[in-house]
């Protein structure tokens, strides 16, 4: 894409009430906009980072067995009301509207009741199980005060998977499967070595629930890490009989903060009781289905990739969620630039190019901010050189090769 | 895809107060799922068609030189009081939610203000234009009576284009290469030979505006088609005057109920004066940016595609839309069945296998129902006739062919 038909330009400053890093830089950046507070539109930059990161979620649901689908943001009261969580004292962030005629509807904040609602049409014998869909969609939450910028919105890109087993052992296994599949997102998106398999609180239904804990001084939880066994526990259930029960042992674990990025639970016959929902095994009696819930927060996975990612002059994006492979730079050599911006495309390389008439500094400026992983600047040095300058955005040096060894170089 | 894997069913009879047609239908094939009356979850097979028709749509607006981006669904008061369309006595179709501290919030029906609004942070100059900007995401409409099926939806996918122009004659130019764009959109969905470019009410900014719309029974509009001229009027604006102003005669009109399917808007300065959005000319003077906007329901047109392409055994999907190109249904030959699956798929025919020990009438009940392009039969009887049954869901006639001729005879 030319940089003349994207309409953001970056800025100096964010919004001076934006206190979080993540969104002050994706501002600066024109990655995303400030509509109120918890609440930003998605501008094309951070489109691109948001559908990388979305698809990379996809296909590791996929390889689980996934199947997507698309569930709805009004909500019903009486599917909420079957689990006693349609009302604002018991569920506190709750988007309420009404429809014309007065009835109540909710926004919603998660689909464990649409979604066991939904199954009740679907599911009937052992045979229909297990199923695993998933949605990627935006949902809402009245959150009192929402000041960790994209980390946690009002609305906001959300990945939920529910899985449908026939028992506990069908569920287990599966919950495994899930366990890899966060573990292999995180480390395609870059967060891996930061990541932590988490043990928290399993609520009433569950011994122990699981986060995954990005290692962060903007999180807003604190866990205690046993690097030797690569888990982590929560602050919330960290006492000594959680200790014991795990097998850790104070002395080795250290404590950080951390962003929770995903959770998953087994939700065991929590919400299938509620809503009826049954199968009949193999010798034709009534089960009840056994369900679990895997959840990833897609808009804030882009927040903590900004916060773990930057240096002074911007963003550093990982390859595989940056919004374009390779940034090139015309420094008043659109001609030139113009011939190999065509052929990286030809090439299926992602290309920024900035043909815009604005000084050099402007530029180089522009481009450590925005944070694309490879620079190419063609300039008139650069070609009496012998080609273009490359550089790396998590490097210091450049060099300079050959314009017909550009895709090797990047590929 | 298996279908073992896919979760959803085909039912014989839609929900008695599904009173349309595309959503009975829809419903019994398993593409969606009626939450309330206006609010329908995409299910798998939907979200597969849902995806082609945004991905055509995607396509012919980059061509225009459009951006996407994400816009919200949550709105604030301010945005919309600068042009009087927050009351809702002026706009009859808002949902309104508050914030925990009672501030309140709408749910994006349309976006010119908050687009219109952020735009005044990127444009200030000649250089900053033309800009064109689409988002496809989920609107809200709280409409009195939802009786459409997808067609008039409470919740639904829509793309909006919003084009900022330095004057009418730059307007103009995109304006009539929306025109293009949109009829290659409808071509490409397959509805090209039943939709008008039909002229319609301008409102107090332009003197027309341009709908586009679809024959069908089940519409909701009247308009007058010359067919020699291959435009429409909508009857609303269909008076002598217009009729003369358009050149048209009224013999030559014929009388047809059709669906809206996407609208044009030359939107003048109706935006852009009440935001302030202005942009320095060539000499340095003050100028109001010049907008249109390019709405296009995408959940209306899976409605409207089903609408027109249907038999009494089902759905009849166009290539081009369709969730799958092949239908392939293994009876009781799973092991030959499972072999052609997996040479179709590695050459990127996207193939629904029905795997499902059930009985064959059962499997092309569905199939047809369902309305894949290519329904191919792996049989006893096939196998021993040289190869698999291939038919198309359009056509009566089904004929042998070899199996290792399949790819040719699809693609």
Chains 1, 2 share one sequence.
Not at 365 to 392: F, H, M, Q, T, W
């Amino acid at each position: 894409m030319k940089q003349s038909q994207l309409f953001t330009k970056t800025q100096k400053n964010a919004p001076k009430d934006e206190v979080s890093l993540n969104a002050q830089l994706l501002i600066r950046g024109g990655f995303i906009n400030k509509e109120m507070a918890g609440v930003y539109s998605i501008l094309p930059l951070g489109l691109r980072v948001i559908d990388k990161i979305s698809d990379i979620v996809r296909d590791e649901m996929n390889k689980t067995g996934g199947v997507e689908m698309q569930s709805t943001a009004l909500q019903k009261k009486e599917v909420w009301e079957k689990t006693n969580r349609w009302d604002d004292k018991i569920v506190d962030n709750w988007f309420k509207t009404t429809l014309k005629n007065g009835t109540e509807l909710g926004l919603g904040f998660t689909h464990e009741e649409p979604m066991s609602n939904l199954m009740t049409s679907f599911i009937s014998s052992y045979k229909d199980l297990p199923i695993y869909v998933y949605d990627i969609r935006t949902v809402f939450r009245n959150e009192a005060r929402a000041k960790s910028g994209i980390m946690r919105g009002r609305e906001f890109f959300w990945k939920a998977l529910y899985s449908f087993s026939k028992n506990k052992e069908e569920h287990d296994v599966y919950y495994e499967k899930a366990k890899i599949a966060y573990k292999n997102i995180f480390d395609r998106i870059g967060l891996g070595n930061k990541t932590f398999l988490t043990f928290a609180s399993g609520g009433t239904f569950s011994k122990y629930s699981h986060e995954f804990q990005t290692i962060s001084d903007s999180g807003e939880d604190i866990i205690y890490i046993d690097k030797e066994k690569n888990i982590a526990v929560n602050k919330e259930v960290c006492n000594d009989g959680v200790l014991k029960d795990l097998g850790l042992e104070k002395k080795n674990l250290i404590e950080k903060k951390a962003i929770e990025v995903g959770n998953i639970f087994s939700l065991s016959y929590k919400f299938s009781e509620p809503f009826h929902l049954k199968y009949r095994d193999e010798k034709g009696e009534e089960q009840f289905v056994y369900m679990g819930s895997y959840g990833l927060g897609i808009s804030r996975l882009m927040g903590t990739i900004t916060e773990i990612n930057n240096d002074e002059k911007g963003i550093v994006w990982p390859e595989a969620v940056a919004p374009f492979q390779v940034h090139l730079l015309s420094l008043s050599q659109n001609e030139e630039a113009q011939k190999i911006y065509i052929a990286l495309v030809k090439n299926s390389i992602e290309v920024l190019y900035d043909d815009r008439e604005i000084s050099a500094g402007e530029k180089f400026a522009d481009s450590d901010l925005i944070g694309i992983p490879y620079r190419i600047v063609v300039s008139k040095k650069s070609l009496e050189n012998g080609g273009v300058e490359i550089k790396k955005r998590n490097e210091k040096e450049s060099k300079i090769i050959k314009i017909e060894d550009i895709t090797k170089e990047i590929k």
